[in-house]
């Protein structure tokens, strides 16, 4: 938003601009992070009431009676604090909340910048460039030297993608036009890799939107199955589970392999599905998702736990996931390097580059190009 | 043998950034080749033995973990073509070799795989996390050459291999957590559930966010990202081997076997 022209934008109150500014900035990025951060080592130190727990009267009296027995005199003090359900305290959900409209006003922020710096970046650049940038070099070069093809045969050998315009003076007269112009090239690698800052802070708002879909719409129930006993799944599913077998293989030293159990889906009592519930390898029926959590009994009379749940903000985290790892890995690894090269009519070769990160190596890189040039032009 | 050669290595790096030797720092970087090649087939030979991956328990992640910082380092002196952070990061190894070779026998003892082990995020998540510690390490190494009072070498450059350090941890780190979703998704029918493990998994997470984004800020350059880059490895011991210890302490409930 600071790279509106001043003098189409429509003003903004000032207040505005400020606020907008002031979420933008890196270092309130850094202080909510920091406060997520702490708070979750807060919530770590204590048990943290699960929503499975709370919405279930018997087992919340018994976590209760757990907690009051740890705490004592100090559980209701730390109960009035949020301690026990510190991810769902408003300071956290507040802090969250910041930090995600801190992300979302920076990457509005940086779009406009980043997006210019991807696709709309000028060829000619005056001489002025060449004195201001990290990494620059001169060389006169011979006369009868095609030096534009050289720079770039050399650009394009290093993986620059390379474009080139001439500049004509508009001041020299009519009669000099035939003269050779100055040619101006520009080398990009990575051109596209500013982009990946925004598909990360993207990717951010994605896994929260996954989060928030997650708990408003998903729902997880553990179900107990006594051995042939058929148990409905509720919240809506019309779906009911048989416990028809529990099968323990065993290593050689006689110590569990694995655990197998049969298991039933009926739908509305209208139609079946046999399968496995394994750890590790759940059984999915629609969008219901199956998991062993425990067994009791002896053998061939187990009493299963299953837990049954439906989670339509898995695969939005999931590819938000992967995305956030996309764009780390692009903007950690893949800078955009920038090389700009002016080669006069007299035959001096002006370059100049700058990468957006691991400077160190593209100064390397840079004075080898330098060298890489010199002998070209000479020999 | 291995940890014995990483002693020899820290030695001759200390010799090559004390004394200037450069022939000794030569002979660091050969014994640390040596250490890795060791600890590689040390970890080949566990695995071959115990039918599974050697990432089956807390000593197997610490030999991994070494593994991870010695493979970050030699790769990251390789490109900086410079060994004067040798002793920092062999140190953190050390540190870490030193807790895994202290654990009890039984922890030691290959064992088959529990069941809820058989799966085959457990390579993915665990050596994706072995790997974002290790460059952690060798980040927390080179800070604390930054924090030394007086440098044998120019400040920036060192800042430069700390930060690419921790920018190659970053995204490691982050598929871990993303892979342990994916895992915990499958196993308990939930990808993210406050579990100890995974809430510290994330506070180092936060961390080192927190360093990326005050890394261009001028007044947190410097020593003071050098001591977050150290604090950082601190948190990242703490998530390893100071959970267990909170849930053990504090009786949290944990379904994390390590």
Not at chain 1, 277 to 292: E, F
Not at chain 1, 334 to 348: A, I, K, M, Q
Not at chain 2, 18 to 37: D, E, K
Not at chain 2, 202 to 214: A, D
């Amino acid at each position: 938003m600071t790279d509106e022209d001043p003098q189409t934008a429509e003003p903004k109150p000032p207040i505005l601009r400020r606020i907008w500014r002031f979420g933008a900035r890196l270092d309130v990025a850094a202080v909510l992070i920091l406060a997520m951060l702490l708070l979750a080592v807060l919530g770590s130190c204590f048990p943290q009431l699960s929503s499975p727990v709370a919405a279930n009267p018997e087992r919340l009296a018994q976590w209760e009676t757990g907690v009051r027995a740890r705490y004592g005199a100090l559980t209701d003090l730390l109960s009035a604090d949020g301690a026990f359900r510190c991810f769902r305290s408003p300071a956290f959900l507040i802090s969250l909340a910041l930090l995600v409209v801190a992300t979302l006003v920076c990457t509005l922020n940086r779009w406009p910048n980043l997006w210019r710096r991807a696709f709309h970046q000028p060829v000619r650049r005056s001489d002025a460039l060449f004195h201001t940038t990290p990494h620059a070099f001169e060389l006169a070069a011979p006369a009868g030297v095609d030096i534009s093809r050289i720079v770039r045969e050399r650009l394009e050998h290093r993986g620059f993608r390379v474009q080139m315009a001439e500049v004509l003076p508009i001041d020299r007269p009519s009669e000099q036009l035939t003269d050779p112009p100055t040619i101006c090239l520009r080398g990009d690698r990575n051109r596209l890799a500013p982009l990946a800052t925004l598909v990360t802070h993207l990717a951010v708002l994605l896994l929260l939107l996954g989060v928030v879909l997650s708990s408003v719409y998903g729902w997880r129930e553990e179900i107990a199955i006594g051995p042939g006993e058929t148990v409905e799944v509720g919240h809506g599913s019309g779906l009911a589970l048989r416990n028809e077998a529990f099968v323990v293989t065993r290593y050689p030293d006689g110590s569990a392999s694995g655990y197998e159990a049969k298991i039933a889906v009926l739908e509305g009592g209208r139609g079946m599905k046999r399968g496995s519930v394994r750890v590790n390898q759940p059984l999915t029926h629609g969008a219901v998702g199956l998991t062993l959590r425990g067994y009791q009994g002896t053998e061939g009379q187990y009493t299963l736990t299953l837990l049954a749940a439906r989670d339509p903000g898995y695969a939005w985290v999931v590819v938000a996931g992967f995305l956030l790892l996309l764009g780390l890995t692009v903007s950690f690894n893949f800078p955009h390097c920038r090389v700009h090269v002016r080669v006069e009519p007299e035959g001096v070769l002006r370059v100049g580059g700058r990468a957006d990160r691991r400077a160190c190596d593209f100064e390397r890189e840079f004075v080898v190009l330098a060298a890489e040039l010199e002998r070209a032009i000479e020999g | 043998m291995t940890y014995g050669l990483l002693w020899l290595a820290l030695a001759a790096y200390a010799a090559d950034l004390v004394r200037g030797w450069r022939w000794m720092g030569r002979g660091a970087t050969t014994v640390t080749l040596v250490a890795w090649g060791t600890l590689t087939g040390d970890l080949v030979k566990r695995g071959l033995g115990a039918g599974h991956w050697p990432l089956a328990n807390r000593y197997e992640f610490a030999l991994c973990f070494v593994w991870a910082i010695v493979t970050v380092y030699l790769l990251l002196e390789a490109s900086w073509r410079e060994r004067k952070g040798g002793a920092f990061v062999l140190a953190i190894a050390l540190l870490v070799a030193t807790w895994a070779i202290t654990r009890p026998a039984d922890e030691r003892a290959i064992s088959p795989l529990i069941p809820a082990l058989r799966s085959v995020w457990l390579q993915v998540h665990v050596l994706t996390a072995a790997v974002g510690y290790g460059a952690f390490g060798v980040a927390a190494g080179l800070g604390l050459v930054r924090l030394l009072p007086r440098a044998s070498l120019p400040g920036e450059e060192v800042e430069r291999a700390m930060e690419r350090a921790v920018a190659l941890g970053f995204p490691w780190l982050t598929l871990s957590i993303l892979t342990g979703a994916i895992w915990a998704q499958k196993a308990w029918g939930r990808y993210w559930g406050w579990d100890p493990k995974e809430t510290w998994a994330l506070v180092t997470w936060l961390w080192y966010l927190l360093i990326l984004h005050v890394r261009p800020l001028r007044r947190w350059r410097g020593r003071r990202l050098a001591a977050l880059a150290v604090a950082g490895f601190a948190v990242v011991l703490f998530t390893f081997v100071g959970v267990p210890w909170l849930v053990r302490t504090v009786r949290l409930e944990s379904l994390h076997g390590f």
